[in-house]
């Protein structure tokens, strides 16, 4: 590009030398500027001199490395290109919808999922079209808002978290907190295949965890091996356990005033319809939980349906798309310094009921089968 810029520039009678000096993006030779180095600054912004008498230089935005030149005598007007990114990412639970960010549990225009608006006087509770808030939701400015977890209404209308960290109706500070999503259920088990669970359950920072449990659709056999393995882990060490029995009241225990960890078992005989609204229900309390220093562990497992694993998706915290059973198969650890991976083997048997997860990141992988990865703990610093 330069190269042909000196050419012009001399068939022109235009020499980049001005007043004694060079230009920018040309070095210094004798008698003359060279174009063999460019200029090491920060700007990608490509500028072609006109001819002399030529109109003033107009700025056009195009891609690094394209430049038009102009079919008369002159050169062709200046070349901007803006070298920053536009940034897109979306804070979760919000999701990006026609270029904005937006919280489908209480977007008009995005009730639910993109593109999907309620009518007329309608609002948005929860994610669906609705024509009041139904409690424990709040109207704040036209839109429900659920004041135990909204940032911007914490406990009330107009009540702005400085943090941006809102849970269970209060302003939090931001604290470390982990995610943990487990492609064990729980249903056959052994003592390496425990510690996953044990620990993951004790990366809390409270000496005694309080460990509330959601099971509503899981197998008994399932959540019993879970305690067990909870058990073996805790040795001597005190936890409690505080069972959720319904849909409605789980997200009241995303709360750190009364709970450290939440651990939602593989709910095997769950609908997919009936995951997606639970992960819907639970995103939103879920992030300001963890945001706030909380444990939120995720199991999941074969069945007939999709699986848990989208409750973990859903709060934007890590990433899957589907798993694929993985029984049988070994199970290798690739961060043995990561906490979740305290006392294990470099690697153990999937027991029945393994599932590797499909479409991740790649981040926070802890133990992965040759399908994928296993188990993924994601650390979460605050906002």
């Known amino acids: 590009m330069k190269r042909a810029a000196v050419l012009l520039a001399a068939l022109l009678g235009c020499d980049p030398l001005l007043g004694g000096r060079c230009e920018g993006g040309w070095v210094p030779s004798p008698g003359a500027c060279d174009a063999g180095a460019a200029d090491a600054g920060p700007s990608t912004d490509i500028v072609v001199e006109r001819d002399a008498g030529a109109p003033a230089d107009v700025g056009v935005a195009m891609d690094a490395g394209d430049a038009a030149v102009d079919g008369g005598d002159a050169l062709t007007d200046v070349v901007a290109r803006d070298v920053g990114a536009t940034d897109t990412a979306c804070t979760p639970p919000e999701v990006l919808c026609d270029g904005a960010c937006v919280d489908p549990a209480s977007s008009r225009a995005h009730c639910g999922g993109c593109g999907r608006a309620c009518s007329g006087a309608q609002i948005c509770a929860s994610g669906v079209c609705s024509s009041f808030c139904a409690p424990p939701l709040l109207l704040c400015d036209g839109v429900c808002i659920d004041p135990q977890t909204d940032p911007e209404n914490c406990g009330g209308c107009d009540v702005v978290c400085s943090t941006g960290i809102c849970n269970a109706g209060r302003c939090r500070d931001a604290r470390a907190g982990h995610l943990v999503l487990i492609g064990h259920d729980y249903e056959a088990t052994r003592p390496d295949q425990n510690r996953v669970l044990g620990n993951s359950v004790f990366l809390s920072a409270s000496s005694a965890p309080r460990v509330a449990t959601y099971a509503v659709g899981a197998r008994a056999s399932g959540v019993s091996n ?158």
């Open 226 to 383: 879970a305690g067990d393995a909870i058990r073996q882990v805790a040795g001597l060490r005190a936890w409690t356990e505080l069972p959720v029995a319904t849909a409605e009241a789980l997200p009241a225990a995303f709360s750190v005033d009364t709970t450290d960890v939440v651990l939602i078992h593989h709910l095997a005989a769950a609908t997919d319809e009936s995951i997606a609204a639970l992960a819907l229900r639970v995103a939103g309390p879920a992030v300001g939980f963890v945001r706030a220093g909380g444990v939120v562990v995720v199991l999941d497992g074969p069945g007939p349906g999709r699986g848990t694993w989208p409750i973990a998706d859903a709060t934007g915290l890590l990433t899957a798309t589907g798993h694929v059973v993985v029984t049988g198969g070994a199970a290798e650890v690739r961060s043995g310094a990561d906490a979740v991976a305290i006392g294990l083997p470099v690697a153990y048997r999937a027991e029945q009921g393994s599932v590797a997860f499909t479409g991740t990141d790649g981040a926070g992988v802890v133990i992965a089968a040759a399908a994928g990865p296993v188990v993924i703990h994601r650390v979460v610093f605050g906002r």
